[in-house]
């Protein structure tokens, strides 16, 4: 399985994240095709630092909107901060995680749906 | 085309309701609307019930038929509307229909929650499973959405903190003179600002309370309401929209799609502006929300309604009043029920019977949203 952040290609080019049956951009039917943003820089859009997190998640939990730029466009995904602390317009890089958060715990079933990700490490 | 009218409301005491389950609440709110409008329960043909999740907090669906059965409305039609936070709207829009259409000639609505006997962690956990599951995964609530796209509204607009705070001021003041609110009291800005924080930069006091209630509305076309009573108000617009489900893929963050274009569905059905609005319930859940909104909503350009706030034109002797019920922060958020009790203000100040709420209004707008943002209901109301 692959540890790397991809994001989907509509046939068009378009960038979505998460994958949409059609490109919620130009509405085609979407494929299967994808870009990795593993290795490039993402920017901090926004934070909050969650200090009631739900019963199964970290605490605090500071998530984070970052914005990648790749193949002249804009996509933005939602993550946990591994850090201490972060401010808007810091840069970051994304780093695999296999459980992002106890799905024993929460109100979801646990087979309904994928527990790994990424969150993101500040590179300034 | 004949109009819909709402020729009755009720509403519950909002609040911790230890001891009424959802079926009391609903059962209360319903029997007092039909007591004050005189419908006998026979003569109902839609009964609506806007709500959430009735099933997850208290292990009860079917709450329609059960609400059916208890008020003797059978063989009544019924349906359970939910939109997560903005089922009491959908309900309207439901009620609304079924009027309109032809297919009802009287329809009850009533919206309802119960939520206080679970834990503030589980509340808000069941609430969190509106999310996409890119999203729940990262373990997002409502109130960190909440507190992302404030940290962003204030850094991007340069906007003050303190008129976050003055949202829940204002409404909390407001409060204070409706007997029905949960909390019937003030607080100052230091309050608000040396309360825990929730979701940086949130605080305690910026989120409405997890709250048990119930409303009601009665609805018939205008004609039928003129033989009926002289005291009613019509539905002139209404409009229902949505954005995206995974909130990391708005558009601009800082703007709810959904709310601009219910809104816009709602002024071109009314033939109004926000211009000519005098009164406006908005979905306050958090204090950043009923900025957004009163922005969405064209009352104000966007990035300058923190300021209307700061400035008092929002204040209830303002020039727009938001929020006279004291709005979700202080009346309290019974998912399914506040919808339903946006419109039960609203009709009480266009019929002037607000009492120390009154404000001087003919036409008047409720925002109801689900999610942060991920669906939304405006409702315009004139008086006759």
Redesign the interface.
């Known amino acids: 399985m692959s540890t790397d952040l991809n994001v989907h290609k509509c046939p068009n080019g378009h960038l979505c994240y998460p994958k949409h049956s059609v490109c919620p951009k130009c509405g085609v039917l979407m494929g299967n095709k994808t870009v990795s943003l593993s290795e490039l820089n993402g920017t901090v859009v926004t934070w909050t630092k969650s200090t009631v997190p739900p019963p199964g998640v970290r605490s605090p939990n500071i998530l984070a909107i970052v914005e990648y730029y790749i193949e002249g466009q804009s996509i933005t995904l939602l993550g946990g901060i591994e850090n201490e602390s972060v401010n808007i317009g810091d840069v970051v890089k994304a780093t695999y995680v296999s459980s992002l958060r106890d799905a024993e715990y929460g109100q979801r079933d646990e087979e309904s749906q994928t527990w790994s990700g990424h969150r993101f490490k500040v590179v300034n | 085309m004949d109009r819909v009218a709402i020729i009755g409301v009720s509403m519950t005491q909002f609040g911790v309701r230890e001891g009424s389950w959802i079926r009391d609440l609903l059962s209360e709110a319903a029997m007092d609307c039909i007591e004050t409008t005189g419908i006998v329960p026979k003569n109902i043909d839609h009964v609506y019930v806007s709500n959430m999740a009735s099933g ?1 907090f208290e292990g009860q669906t079917g709450i329609m038929n059960a609400l059916v059965h208890d008020i003797g409305a059978i063989p009544a039609y019924t349906a359970r509307i939910d939109q997560t936070s903005a089922s009491g709207g959908a309900g309207i829009y439901a009620a609304w229909q079924s009027i309109a259409s032809g297919q009802s000639d009287m329809t009850l609505l009533v919206g309802g929650e119960k939520m206080t006997h679970t834990s ?3 509340a ?3 609430i ?2 509106l999310t ?10 409502l ?2 959405f909440a ?6 509204y204030l ?1 991007k607009y340069n906007a003050s903190r303190e008129s976050l705070a003055k949202v829940a001021v204002k409404n909390h003041k407001n409060g204070v003179d409706n007997p029905h609110a949960h909390f019937r009291k003030e607080v100052d800005i230091e309050a608000v600002l040396n309360s ?7 605080r305690l006091y910026d989120f409405c309370p997890i709250t048990d209630g119930s409303a009601a509305l009665m609805f018939c076309s205008e004609s039928r309401a003129k033989k009926i009573t002289q005291d009613y108000v019509v539905i002139t617009g209404i409009g229902g929209a949505t954005d ?1 489900h ?4 708005r558009r601009e ?1 800082t703007t709810l799609d959904a709310v601009v274009n219910s809104s816009n569905k709602a002024y071109e059905m009314a033939n109004k502006t926000p211009n000519d609005i005098d009164v406006a319930e908005l979905h306050d859940m958090f204090t950043i929300l009923e900025i957004l909104q009163s922005e969405d909503l064209g009352f104000f350009n966007k990035g300058e309604g923190w300021k209307a706030v700061e400035q008092g034109v929002t204040d209830i002797d303002g020039e727009l009043p938001i929020n006279t019920s004291g709005g979700l922060k202080s009346k309290g958020h019974p998912l399914g029920a506040s919808g339903v009790a946006q419109v039960h203000e609203l009709y009480h100040q266009l019929m002037g019977t607000a009492g120390k709420r009154q404000v001087d209004a003919k036409t008047g707008l409720a925002c109801n949203i689900g999610g942060f943002g991920n669906c939304a209901i405006t409702t315009i109301l004139e008086s006759i």
């Open positions: 997850e503030t962690s589980m808000t956990e069941i969190s499973t996409h599951p890119v999203e729940y995964k990262h373990g997002v609530t109130p960190s507190g992302l796209i404030a940290q962003l850094h825990p924080i929730v979701a940086d930069p949130l995206t995974v909130v990391h893929e963050p």
